[in-house]
């Protein structure tokens, strides 16, 4: 049974339309809101009546007065009552809710409902090897990493696509710089990955014999050659090393078997554009192999190509992402292909996907591209650093967790030193991951490492400390167990629970409207709920033993909704803090 009473109010009023009206109005969608809260003290509003009356040739209030008429619901529903134009103000049953929070509690999933089971592939993260990741690599990866979390936790089969770029031009010099390198400039590709790529850049630019070398080089790794790709894979190795320390730093679950580079897919990309020619989606136009697609016009009206092989008999980044739609499509069989990856890449995309389509590369598979929003300085422009470089995700990582470790060892004097890192770095981490997922993530954002980092306001960290304070209240109680049973008297109380029964929704929610900053927001007003709720109901100190066990209930699955999301962000909870 729901624990939703949005759900189980449908169901009513499905039936009572069927009483009314007959059974063709039985998958009518009753349409249950929130009601709103400034005119009615009622919990939730049908709108039915209004699209009802035009199909019934009726007025609205009137088909609204036989929707009550036949709406017996006794157990869940306290007071209905028609408001404006015909919109009815339910009034939920106290004892339904408390049942159902009960419910709730005992639920390991939380009441999340039952969604019919999909393949998502979800490609995120996917720097470019040998270059250090920058803060927007660090927002793809974190918004991905919580959208797999949140996929998996409802129950879907979620395959993790690390595209890491890993192949292309750029690799004859950096493979050439690794041959000429020492044992502690190649370590800079583990510790340092940006400066490696400097260093080669600089002689690449400054020597011309490297210069040469290093061309050579391209076409050494191109035609396969066994030395070149030793090197490569030695460069590649180590790379490796670098992402897995970040990925562990910021506890981001994708692992080695998630690779899935671009090289992977080296060997399908003559195939692919011969069979674009064949198929006539291709044309060859000054040299280069290009698919010209409606409606895709630049300056001019001028149409605008995807070029798939260069003149020079190149591929690009597009010729490898029609293998990866067709690998994930045909190969993976998606339901869902999702491409966690920064918004100015919207064409490339769509483009891909057209010519894939067309070329039927794409079978019972939806295509998503979940576009990332810039991260921007104080200044209002992409975020740099003073040289002008994009700013590094480790130097942006190190100070949200030196912010974070004043802030701890401001709040918790009293703890080890040891513990009390252990609790910056869960603050920092949560602090950056919050930062970047409460805000929709197609929207650019301000870095302010100082409101991110903030016990107040709409903060990770403010969400971490609401869960170990309750983590405190229940340590302090002398029970074994927080299971209720749940009585609601207080409005607070039952506010509370409301709130509470809304969780799987969201999270169900989520999952199809793949925006994470929903489950933010949620978790931001439970955690606000709760604070009115503690502010107005004692708990430890709740004279009447009944009254004290339903509110250490409440407490508990406050604590478990909070942490079981926060962990869908991907924050952890710290014991304390
Ligand atoms: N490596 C690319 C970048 O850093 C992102 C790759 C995204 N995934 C893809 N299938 N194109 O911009």
């Known amino acids: ?281 291709a044309t060859i136009s000054d040299g280069a192999l290009c698919v010209f697609l409606d409606g895709y016009t630049g300056r001019e009206g001028k149409p605008v190509p995807l070029i798939i092989r260069k003149s020079d008999g190149g591929y690009g980044y597009g010729t490898t992402d029609l293998a990866t739609i067709r690998h994930r499509s045909l190969d993976l069989k998606a339901d869902r292909a999702l491409y966690v990856v920064g918004a100015p890449q919207n064409l490339h995309f769509r483009m891909v996907w057209e010519t894939a389509e067309k070329a039927g590369w794409v079978q019972g598979t939806e295509a998503i591209h979940v576009q990332i929003g810039s991260v921007l300085g104080a200044d209002g422009k992409l975020l740099r650093t003073r040289s002008g470089d994009l700013v590094s995700l480790q130097s942006l990582v190190d100070a949200a967790l030196s912010r974070a470790a004043e802030v701890v060892a401001e709040s918790r004097p009293d703890l080890p030193a040891d513990e009390r890192a252990v609790i910056a770095h869960q603050v920092g981490v949560g602090a950056i991951k919050y930062a970047d997922l409460s805000v929709a993530h197609d929207s650019e954002y301000t870095f302010d490492l100082d409101r991110m980092v903030a016990l107040q306001g709409n903060t990770g960290p403010y969400l971490q400390y609401a869960a170990t304070r309750i983590r405190s209240i229940l340590g302090r109680a002398d029970a074994v167990a927080f299971d209720g049973p749940i009585v609601l008297v207080e409005p607070a109380e039952r506010a509370l629970a409301l709130k509470l029964l809304d969780f799987g929704a969201v999270v169900a929610a989520v999952g199809e409207s793949l925006e994470p900053h929903r489950l933010a927001a949620y978790l931001f007003e439970l955690a606000q709920t709760f604070t009115a709720f503690y502010e107005h109901c004692p708990v430890l100190k709740a004279q009447d033993s009944t009254v004290r066990d339903s509110r250490l209930a409440l407490c508990a699955l406050t604590l478990q909704v909070l942490q079981t999301g926060l962990s869908l962000l991907g924050i952890a909870t710290p014991e304390q803090m």
């Open 1 to 281: 049974m729901t624990v939703d009473p949005a759900v189980a109010l449908t169901s009513a009023v499905q039936d009572a339309l069927v009483a009314a009206f007959g059974p063709e109005f039985a998958q009518v969608d009753p349409v249950v809101r929130p009601a709103n809260k400034k005119q009615t003290s009622a919990d939730l509003q049908v709108n039915a009546a209004m699209a009802l009356g035009k199909r019934l040739g009726q007025a609205p209030r009137n088909v609204a007065a036989q929707i009550v008429e036949h709406l017996h619901a006794p157990a869940l529903i306290e007071a209905v009552e028609i408001a404006g134009p015909g919109f009815l103000n339910v009034t939920l049953m106290t004892t339904w809710i408390a049942d159902a929070a009960g419910r709730e509690l005992a639920d390991p999933k939380l009441g999340l409902p039952d969604v019919p089971e999909q393949r998502v592939v979800i490609d995120y993260s996917s720097p470019n090897i040998a270059k250090e990741m920058h803060v927007g690599h660090l927002r793809t990866t974190v918004v991905g990493d919580s959208l797999a979390r949140t996929l998996e936790f409802i129950g879907h089969t979620v395959i993790r696509q690390n595209h890491v770029g890993d192949w292309g031009t750029p690799f004859g010099m950096l493979v050439e710089h690794l041959l000429e390198s020492d044992e502690a400039e190649a370590e800079l590709l583990t510790t340092d990955p940006n400066a490696f790529y400097r260093h080669a850049r600089q002689k690449f630019d400054s020597d011309p014999g490297f210069d040469a070398r290093a061309r050579k080089r391209v076409t050494l790794l191109q035609s396969g050659d066994p030395e070149t790709l030793a090197i490569w894979q030695r460069l590649i190795d180590l790379s490796l090393a670098y992402l897995r320390r970040v990925y562990a730093e910021l506890d981001i679950t994708l692992g080695d078997n998630d690779l899935a580079g671009e090289s992977t897919y080296n060997d399908e990309l003559a195939q692919i554009c011969d069979e674009l020619q064949e198929k006539g989606i």
